[in-house]
């Protein structure tokens, strides 16, 4: 099983980048092509909106522990 963890950084505020790790919310993902599937989709839908924001962002699969 895989997850999406996100880096969010917001560029720039007050001189600073400010940024944020988290899970980003969805389902578990059985392999990691769906997980990177889906990652490739939030990337075509949030990137004009991001760019124009100065809102940058790094996401990745991540396997979970399968014995937790």
């Known amino acids: 099983m895989f997850k999406i963890?996100?880096?969010l950084c917001v560029i720039g505020v007050n001189g600073q980048n400010l940024c944020?790790?988290?899970?980003i919310?969805?389902?578990e993902f059985y392999n990691k092509?769906?997980?990177?599937?889906?990652i490739n989709q939030i990337g075509?839908?949030?990137?004009?909106?991001?760019?124009?924001r100065q809102?940058?962002?790094?996401m990745?699969?991540?396997?979970?522990d399968e014995g937790a």
């Open 25 to 27: 919310p969805s389902q």
């Open 20 to 23: 944020i790790l988290g899970d």
């Open 33 to 38: 092509t769906d997980c990177i599937n889906t």
């Open 55 to 58: 809102i940058g962002i790094e």
């Open 44 to 52: 075509l839908f949030i990137d004009e909106e991001f760019k124009n």
């Open 5 to 7: 963890i996100a880096l």
């Open 60 to 64: 990745q699969c991540v396997q979970l």
